[in-house]
């Protein structure tokens, strides 16, 4: 293992954004067999630091890599195109126009069933921004274009999580 490997060189996977997930679990149980601190104890506690460190590296590669969102994010970092999500925040006009409606519905959501519909609809739009992702980054290589997509997978798990909020405000 190689401390200056991507992600990806790290497991063994091509640098795309299609993943099998299968694989990518399958390669990180591998990794953390080898790295495991356990097997360096009788090389002494400094052999057992490193091993922990790669451990903790290996795992920080995984939760990135199985990710949709945060894989996308990291291969437009890779190749020069970076989300910048804290000041930039520019997006479409049609999507502006979708976080204001959806935002509508939610404030003015009554019951589960509303609240149920709206979250099918944004899971929906999530799916279709990762599909896009996949394009571009895959079939294009637009790491430009894949980051506004990655924006805006950022405000829809954001709005995710206000419609969680929301679902617990009405359940009591």
Not at 13 to 22: G, I, K, L, N, S
Not at 65 to 88: F, Q, S, T, V
Not at 117 to 131: M, S, V
Request: glycine share 4%; charged share 30%; with cysteine.
């Amino acid at each position: 293992m190689n401390l200056q490997s991507d992600d990806f060189e790290l497991f063994g996977v091509p640098r795309r954004f299609a993943q099998e997930r299968a694989t990518l679990d399958a390669r990180w149980k591998d990794l953390q067999r080898e790295a495991h601190p356990d097997r360096f104890a009788a090389q002494g506690a400094a052999a057992q630091r490193v091993a922990m460190q790669w451990s903790v590296r290996i795992n920080e590669a995984y939760q990135r890599l199985k990710d949709p969102l945060k894989r996308a994010a990291y291969l437009c970092e890779l190749h020069g195109a970076p989300i910048r999500a804290e000041d930039n925040t520019a997006m479409p006009a049609a999507f502006l126009m979708q976080q204001m409606q959806w935002r509508e519905v939610l404030e003015e959501a009554a019951s589960m069933a509303e609240l149920d519909a709206l979250d099918d609809e944004t899971q929906a739009a999530r799916g279709a921004a990762i599909a896009r992702c996949g394009e571009l980054i895959d079939a294009r290589q637009d790491y430009a274009g894949a980051a506004r997509e990655v924006r805006a997978l950022m405000f829809i798990a954001r709005f995710a999580q206000d419609i969680d909020s929301r679902r617990e405000q009405l359940g009591q």
